[in-house]
């Protein structure tokens, strides 16, 4: 028997040592996955070290489809982890060069698995890879054609949101594969109106960032930006992406400007604290301190690692009394209950006399009895804690 059919026999044994009734449970699923991971990585090094890409491609693929052809509990992110493995054994395959499985075979396999006979959310680990890959000419033209096909088939089922929500992927894609192509930057513009996703001006960006097109990638981000500071919370902080391009061109004050959007988005973020500071003199740099510490909440937990990063301990304390905030008291105590002990000790005490108050449950108690000890260990703790007691 080959080592090929050894991995592959294997792979039924694994499936079958963990299903029951055709399912995997929670208790089961996470076994399965790390029986499956441990057989891609061996079978990854010892496969590729004979030269035998064409089995290891072969190997994935049965491991790809047998793996989403399985009913199973995955809650716990198995399918994620194996697909990782999944994608590294088809890059081993794909830069071998190996002329048994050429880059249009490797292509034929995925594009004969978009046909819907995968399920949904594996057939987009498949997209996702054909789109990333494949770069050759020949293969971007049968990308197109593959999309062209797939939106002109989608149309007579516009009325179903799945279907829409599919025509919007495929859009996306074909957008991304059009500026593979070299296609227009106008007639991508134009094509990109026909796409609602939220993320189609990400990928704008970037596509007009590869054109060279610097001021439309400023204005993209900025629209972005600007949404996300209408709301007061960022999901990815656009005005990052504004500072590293500021900072590329070498203008210092849009630069800074972005910085300082950035880190109102995202108080307390060390990086961001460290990145000012590095951009500004010593000389300036107290005022500046200031000036940013003077324009928050008192008890705005956020800030404290800013706080810390200056030793400014005092506002630290005064955050921690005024929010009360006891997880953040354990997390700087050691210098806290240095410098201020007796103000720790009425912050415990106040948080423990709530906590008696409002206790109805045993998990209540079982944190007012570990007050009592933490009380305990500051300077007439004791006392204190024997009086609540």
Known sequence: ????????????????????????????????????????????????????????????????????????????????????????????????????????KMYDWFEKHTDGSVIDYMEEQIYEYMMSHFKEPELLQKKYDLLNRKTEEGVDGSDSSYIKYQMDRWRKYRLRLMADMKKPIEEIREYAKMISSYSVQETMAEIERAYGNINEVIAIYQELAAQEDARGWARENWHLKLKDIYKESGDEEKYRAELLSAMTLDVGNEDLWKEYKGCCAPEDWSTRCEDLFSSAKVGDYRIFPWYAQEN??????????????????????????????????????????RMAEQSNKRQDYRRVARNLRWIQQYPNGKTAAAELA
């Not at 630290?316 to 210098?335: A, N, T």
Request: aromatic share 14%; with cysteine.
């Open 1 to 104: 028997m080959t080592v090929f059919k050894e991995y592959r026999d294997e792979i039924n044994r694994i499936f079958s040592r963990y299903t029951r009734g055709g399912f995997v449970d929670y208790y089961h699923c996470r076994g399965l996955g790390h029986d499956m991971i441990d057989l891609l990585i061996d079978a990854t090094e010892e496969l590729s070290f004979r030269g035998e890409y064409k089995e290891l491609f072969a190997l994935a693929n049965k491991g790809f489809l047998k793996w989403g052809k399985t009913d199973k509990d995955d809650s716990d992110g198995e399918t994620q982890d194996f697909i990782y493995y999944i994608k590294q054994a088809w890059d081993v395959v794909y830069d071998s060069g190996e002329d048994k499985i050429p880059h249009g």
């Open 312 to 353: 400014r301990y005092d506002l630290v304390m005064d955050g921690v009394e005024v929010g009360g905030h006891i997880d953040r008291l354990k997390q700087y105590e050691k210098k806290l209950k240095e410098l201020y002990p007796d103000r720790c000790l009425t912050v415990l005490l106040n948080d423990t006399k």
